[in-house]
Structure formats: structure tokens, C-alpha cells
T-cell receptor, first 112, second 109 residues
Framework: DGGITQSPKYLFRKEGQNVTLSCEQNLNHDAMYWYRQDPGQGLRLIYYSQIVNDFQKGDIAEGYSVSREKKESFPLTVTSAQKNPTAFYLC???????????FGPGTRLLVL | SQQGEEDPQALSIQEGENATMNCSYKTSINNLQWYRQNSGRGLVHLILIRSNEREKHSGRLRVTLDTSKKSSSLLITASRAADTASYFCATDALNDMRFGAGTRLTVKP
């Protein structure tokens, strides 16, 4: 099956801890994105990548980091610098930037 | 920053009625997209309309685009309880898409 997967579904973070959210796609898409969604809100762009080994900050990149070492993978690390990390995190990919995005099922991050 | 803004924020209708949602945006676009999100899930793409198009149809969905007014509308005809979801418009920025806050649609059986 072609698609985009995220893991884990739920993630718990302790104070001062870094956690990494996984995003994998087998759609052969060049562009990948990370969004944050707070309850009842829209999506805010954290980071995006147009091609392997390249990524750009979105609107709310502070406290987050990413890597794009492989075309299929775009992991997001929520660092201890992110003081309010509780949210629903969505990963997406598209053939090229500005075209149709395909979303993963999301990861819900909670702080203990 | 969010580019599109949906209106209304919430909409409640009876099954069989039509639902209309609007999206306004601020800067020039190449395309505008509508997505649907069921509670706690990822978004699903519905329709993409390009700036040189005025109307597109897909099943029970009809999307219009008025670039002079910088607005778009999504019409769902003969709504069903399964249409209950949040609907988002997204407009293309320089190298990515920007999403609005969404319209929460509830269709009562």
C-alpha cells in the first residue's frame, strides 16, 4: 500500500526531555511537511522540506528540529526548548511544493 | 501565518440539506485546495482549484473561486451524517500551503 505513516500514535514527554516523531512515506514525493494542530484550531507549519538534505523553517519552528537524510523519511524532534508541546502533530507529503498534500494519521503528544 | 480564513466557524444542518462554507484569503494564489478532517485524524484532500478556474465539481462537492474577491466556497449537496467533519481551505504560499482555521460541520440525522 502506498501512503504516509506516522508513529507513535500517542507519545508522552517528561519535562526536559527530547522526543522524536516519525514520518515515513512511500509515495516517492519530494516535499514533506510538519504541522502542529491545537484543539479546535487550524494547522500551523513547523518545518518543510522540498528535497533531500534541505529543509526550511515554517511559522513556529522554535523548539523543534528536523532532518531529511532520506527521501522517504522526515522525523521531527520536539526539544526541551518547546515549552508547550502538547498538541496533535501532522506530517504530510506532496509531489512538489504547493500541490496536493497527503497526510499521515497524526501523533498526539502529551506532557507528563 | 494563516492565509485562508473559513466562514462560518461552525455549521449545523439536517441530513439532506446543502452546506456552504466560505474561504477568504489575502494574497495572490496559484491554487486553492479544500481538505476534510474527521475528529482526531489526518486531513484528506477533496478538491484543488487553480487560479484560472472558476468552478470545479467532484461528486456532491462544488467549489468556486473568485480571484477578484479573493474568496472560494465549498458546497456539499444532499449532506449525510457521514459528512460531519472539519473542512479547511489551503492556499499556496511561496513554497508551501497555508491552512485556515476550518469550518466545523455537523450533519444531524
Amino acid at each position: 500500500d502506498g501512503g504516509i505513516t506516522q508513529s507513535p500514535k500517542y507519545l508522552f514527554r517528561k519535562e526536559g526531555q527530547n522526543v522524536t516523531l516519525s514520518c515515513e512515506q512511500n509515495l516517492n514525493h519530494d516535499a514533506m511537511y510538519w504541522y502542529r494542530q491545537d484543539p479546535g484550531q487550524g494547522l500551523r507549519l513547523i518545518y518543510y522540506s522540498q528535497i533531500v538534505n534541505d529543509f526550511q523553517k515554517g511559522d513556529i519552528a522554535e523548539g523543534y528540529s528536523v532532518s531529511r537524510e532520506k527521501k522517504e523519511s522526515f522525523p521531527l524532534t520536539v526539544t526541551s526548548a518547546q515549552k508547550n508541546p502538547t498538541a496533535f502533530y501532522l506530517c504530510a507529503s506532496s509531489i512538489t511544493p504547493r500541490e496536493t498534500q497527503y497526510f499521515g494519521p497524526g501523533t498526539r503528544l502529551l506532557v507528563l | 501565518s494563516q492565509q485562508g480564513e473559513e466562514d462560518p466557524q461552525a455549521l449545523s444542518i439536517q441530513e439532506g440539506e446543502n452546506a456552504t462554507m466560505n474561504c477568504s484569503y489575502k494574497t495572490s494564489i496559484n491554487n486553492l485546495q479544500w481538505y476534510r478532517q474527521n475528529s482526531g485524524r489526518g486531513l484528506v484532500h477533496l478538491i484543488l482549484i487553480r487560479s484560472n478556474e472558476r468552478e470545479k465539481h467532484s461528486g456532491r462537492l462544488r467549489v468556486t473561486l473568485d480571484t477578484s474577491k479573493k474568496s472560494s466556497s465549498l458546497l456539499i449537496t444532499a449532506s449525510r451524517a457521514a459528512d460531519t467533519a472539519s473542512y479547511f481551505c489551503a492556499t499556496d504560499a511561496l513554497n508551501d500551503m497555508r491552512f485556515g482555521a476550518g469550518t466545523r460541520l455537523t450533519v444531524k440525522p
